[in-house]
């Protein structure tokens, strides 16, 4: 009982080994999503909502050879802006109507116009002050999945943006 009394001390008393950072990989491409600060509580929240969707569908892909950069602080080779986002009705919206996920299956009474989610970014290889401005290109609707639809399309955009421009993105973090 003593012995292991003595261990149990020992373990809580001996400071644990520390480990060292790995240097990050040269070859990766860092990118910080953001937004700006301004405007009304509601659209502000709705930014940053994008910004969580944007960043998490960035991440997603392993194969992109991208790093989310979290940190204000951590240096970023892409800066990736959330404008804003809106909504549009189409005039002509061909298909089922958002009746056939409700839980009866059937259409409501009274439909509502359905709403396109429409998200607009920037994308800037840093300390350029030249943005490229990118847009959804697929219909997503206005709802939570409709939102992370539109930040996935914008993603896939963004990873074939880098693809075409990594030499530029890689030269400017050189300070080439």
């Known amino acids: 009982m003593t012995?292991?009394?003595?261990?149990?001390?020992?373990?809580?008393?001996?400071?644990?080994?520390?480990?060292?950072?790995?240097?990050?990989?040269?070859?990766?491409?860092?990118?910080?999503?953001?937004?700006?600060?301004?405007?009304?509580?509601?659209?502000?929240?709705?930014?940053?909502?994008?910004?969580?969707?944007?960043?998490a569908a960035l991440g997603a892909n392993k194969k992109s050879g991208l790093t989310i950069v979290t940190r204000p602080d951590d240096p970023?080779?892409?800066?990736?802006?959330?404008?804003?986002?809106g909504v549009t009705v189409p005039k002509v919206v061909i298909g089922i109507g958002r009746g056939m996920g409700s839980p009866t299956g059937r259409a409501p009474l009274d439909p509502q116009p359905?709403?396109?989610?429409?998200l607009r970014v920037t994308v800037t290889i840093a300390n350029d002050k030249e943005p490229v401005e990118i847009k959804n290109?697929?219909?997503?609707?206005?709802?939570?999945?409709?939102?992370?639809?539109?930040?996935?399309?914008?993603?896939?955009?963004?990873?074939?943006?880098i693809a075409a421009h990594r030499a530029a993105?890689?030269?400017?973090?050189?300070g080439h």
């Open 114 to 118: 359905v709403k396109a989610a429409q």
């Open 169 to 174: 993105i890689l030269a400017a973090r050189r």
């Open 76 to 85: 970023a080779d892409i800066v990736v802006d959330v404008q804003d986002r």
């Open 3 to 55: 012995t292991a009394l003595c261990v149990a001390l020992w373990l809580a008393f001996t400071p644990a080994p520390t480990q060292t950072a790995l240097p990050p990989d040269p070859s990766l491409i860092r990118v910080r999503v953001t937004t700006d600060d301004a405007g009304v509580a509601e659209e502000l929240a709705a930014r940053r909502n994008s910004v969580t969707h944007l960043a």
């Open 137 to 161: 290109t697929n219909r997503a609707s206005d709802t939570e999945s409709g939102w992370k639809s539109a930040a996935e399309d914008i993603a896939k955009q963004i990873d074939k943006w």
